[in-house]
Nanobody, 123 residues
């Protein structure tokens, strides 16, 4: 059984930083990608960032230069460092895992999803 457990969400002011973590278990494929998605109220879910198990990354344009995705393969854990946060970054952030490449996952082609962690950025 695949499980994804996120942590690290919260509330910050505009310009602040947060770091999200996601630990995966039970995924048996040797090659995989992990990524982060977000969904704001009334909007569709969008892929924010993804990373291959070999370290290749892919980002949504609005977060390039502000967000960094990284991973700790030994523990199937992925992180999202979010800097210079803006109110429009507010949303429920969910972790996902699926087959490579990273861009394919970020476009929504994940096999499994976590429950999500809320990020709120106030102006």
């Amino acid at each position: 059984q695949v499980q994804l457990v996120e942590s690290g969400g919260g509330s910050v002011q505009s310009g602040g930083s947060l770091r999200l973590s996601c630990a995966a278990s039970g995924y048996s494929y040797r090659r995989y990608c992990m990524g982060w998605f977000r969904q704001a109220p009334g909007k569709e879910r969008e892929g924010v960032a993804a990373i291959d198990s070999d370290g290749t990354t892919d980002y949504e344009d609005s977060v390039k230069g502000r967000f960094t995705i990284s991973q700790y393969n030994a523990k199937n854990t992925v992180y999202l460092q979010m800097n210079s946060l803006k109110p429009e970054d507010t949303g429920m952030y969910s972790c996902a895992i699926g087959p490579p490449p990273a861009r394919w996952l970020r476009l929504g082609n994940a096999g499994y999803w976590g429950q999500g962690t809320q990020v709120t950025v106030s102006s």
